[in-house]
């Protein structure tokens, strides 16, 4: 940003953001000097102060009318700054304002920009507007010389990325009608949302079943970056994906608009717009700007290349994907690429050889953290609605429970929560998507756009659109040209776009977007904001039109049973919004059994009658099908999961040949109904062991806690697959009353079982559990004593606050006199990371502990917990016999910054001892002067900046 006196400030409403990041970028790019918060403000910076400077500084005004800017403090204040220091105010009119609104403050006069979407007319109104400027004294000085062309290409590319609507933004609208200074856009919205990323096993796909094992957890999505120069991004819808990359694009971008060249420059596409008869090469040189090759530069590692949409590509996905792995293998590859996809696409044909980093769920800590941001006090009985208070409740909240970690639809369900009368949610899927979608249209027409279409006519169109989509197979992103037929009106297509129902992309391959259709001319590509969205508006279709036609036979397979069908999620909505859901599973049930089973596990209510017809009929099927419709029916009644379904599968179980109880019993273990808890209870003591397992396993499924007393028993069965399962199910539980039955099991002669106790154990993880563990700790097995390792590494890993820290750290401090050096070894080490000041009193003995590799841990450890009390052992452990244990102490003074021991380090500086190839104990030592003499430094500034001038 130029600094000098003569500089436009551009006042906008957040609604009116896409067109004020349009105009600014243009108007930098042609040499205006002119000011807006989303491409002057950087990352990190303090919004309010940056604000107020700007304010405080401008030479004039640009302000974006529009019926929003009467309702706003924020612009009226802006406006009335202007007026009071006697400075020039310029409107700029993008939707009809009634003579009794226009702002008192401004001249009626105004450059019309209500057409602006139009391109030619965009562009023809921008040239008004300069020369208007250039001729006006109070404008013409903020006139220069157009910026470089990297700069211009990168003003360009942070407006593109900021043009993003989210029902998060649209979440802090009324807080930001509040205030006098304008609202961060993203202050806790999606940029700021609590992502957390793990990277996967190598060859394992992240459609697989994972292990804690097949994971690690990253730091955040940079510790990705910094480590994997290529790799691809998956998670669900609306997981964050996108709003991730475009974080990193824009991270990027600024660091090379603030001169850093050794920043990679950031390029943006979108694998949608990738045309078949493109080579990869000529998709990414397409609308290049820069007269630097791009090939070249992304050879080189000088810039880094953002990919996506790589599963919503449609028929072109798997062609193009083998395009891309052929150039990642090729001399020309980029050096730095991140790919987005969705994770139930990221397979088969589409995989791309690169690691892959997975966007996980957020959290119940985390969503707690951001209903309490958005809904204040009104947040507990919100959260008492989604999370879980006990895991058995899964079932009741399944639909809720399961939307609310993905940040788009928690906060679209927070949304439909502040807008409910007595402040409930619906637990059906279908109602609740009925709800949601209205209280975004409803929101929307509150900004009172010149032109509405009302709710009953919108979701008639939207659901043809749905339809239509189903129909013909279309993929995720269709033509808006197309999309118009099906609707009738661009204009419609606009509104659902601002209200977050639909995303518009009217956009090149390289990312330039105006996000909404600006005629029926327009081109672009649109897409459902979320794929449950579509199923909805689907499913609103079917109720128009019927359902029969598009409900075809069940068909079966070996691998899955019955096949699901594109209609299938349609079809299960359409039921929770039916007016007769009874009759319509009915009418289901009599074509598909299977699937009416399906639409009574989302929770619908219907009549008793009913239910038990589809019961019995899949206990027909069960009998006798043949084994693919076997296990279909068995699949289903699971899925049902009442008491009389499961009764059902025992009953057939009881005559049934072997081939059909093995189905059974490899069904059983995922019912997830509590309501099916009595009747497995009594299954526990069935004379199978395999059953006795599968059953010990649907209740740890399960979670209820009324299961706990007989899962003890069945730590004492005499199957080895029944303890095991047991010991897995209470850790699923996690109920602190299971704590003295697993600590007896850990004697357990199977080690299998005495390893599933530890883990269990690790999953209650209270004081009572920790203590249990240091059994396995100190035990002689190492296998046994390792998995406790891993489990209390795991519990300091995610406690959320310092008691449970301060647990472990009492816990381990029982085991530091063990006999066996790797028990002593672990536990300090653990203790270091527990990152608790305390525990450096129990690590102190340590440093001077007759094995080596326990001493270099407890060092290793006290430099991480940097307490003053670890020097004096520390000063002595630089003359251990070990070369390096002295560089490790070297290095732990370093952390702990200890002035006193300076002296000795300098001694140290003389010692060349090696400790690798390349590493001597000098070098250490002179690291650690160095770290200390630089924290010194920075504690003299510290000092003088704090007294009085």
Known sequence: MDHSPSFVYLSYHGDDADFALALASQMKNRGARLWMDRLDIPPHADWNPSISDALSRCSSMLVVVSPQIVGSPYMRYELGELVRRNLPVLPLLVKPVTDADWPKEIKTQSVDFRSWRDERIFAAQLDRLIRAMQQHTGFADAFGDPPAEELQYLNDLIARVETRRGVAVNLTRQEGERSRIRPNPFAGGFTHMPYRFNLLRS??????????????LLRGIEDAVEQLPRFVMVGEPGSGKTTTL?????????????GNTGAPL???????RWKHEQSIIEFIMEDWPLSTDVITLIAAGEGRLYLDGLSEMGGEGPYHAGQLRDWFRSLDAPLYVTITSRVADYSGDMMLDLPIVMIEPMRDISIRELASDYLGEKAEPFLNQVLLQQRWQR???QGLYNLSPNPFLLTALMLVYERSPKGTLPYNNGVLFQEMVRALWEREGETEPPIWVEYEEMEKSLARLALAMLDNDMPVDVPVNWAIKQVGQSILLTLAHNASILEIRAETSNGASQHAPGSDEGGGQLRFYHQLMQEYFAAV??????????????????????????????????????DDPSAMVTQIAEVDPFLAASCISTRIIITDKVRRSVEDRLVEHLMEGDMDVKKAAAKALAEIGDRPAVQGLFRVYGRAETATRRIIVQTVQDIHNPAAVTSLLDQLYNPNPEVRRAVARALGVIGDPSAINSLRDS????????????????????????????????????????????????QIGNRAALEALMVAFRNIDYDVHWQAVSVVRDLIDNSVDRDGHRAAVAALSTTLNDKKWYVRHNAARLLGKSGDAEATQYLLPLLQDSDADVRLAAIWATGALNQQMAVPGLLDNLADEAPAIRAMAAWALGQIGSIDAKAALVDSMNDHDEVREGYRVSDAAAMAMDKISRDEVLGVVARQLKRPS
């Open 541 to 578: 279709g079917l109720r128009i039109e019927g359902f029969e036609s598009r409900l075809p036979k069940p068909a079966f397979n070996s691998q899955v049973g019955r096949t699901a069908t594109k209609w299938d999620q349609a079809i299960m909505a359409l039921c929770g919004i039916a």
């Open 203 to 216: 060859n394992i796909g992240p459609s697989t079943r994972l292990a804690d094992r097949d994971k690690r």
């Open 715 to 762: 730590l004492h069965d005499s199957s080895q697959d029944v303890r095991l399962a047991a010991a897995i199910a209470l850790g699923r539980i996690a109920d602190p009353q299971a704590v003295p039955w697993l600590r007896m099991a850990m004697r357990d002669p199977e080690k299998d079982v005495t390893l599933a106790v530890v883990r269990a154990l690790g």
């Open 246 to 258: 475009r974080r990193l694009v824009l991270r990027d971008a600024w660091a090379r608009k603030a």
């Open 266 to 272: 950031p390029i943006f596409r979108y694998l949608p």
């Open 395 to 397: 079932h009741y909240k």
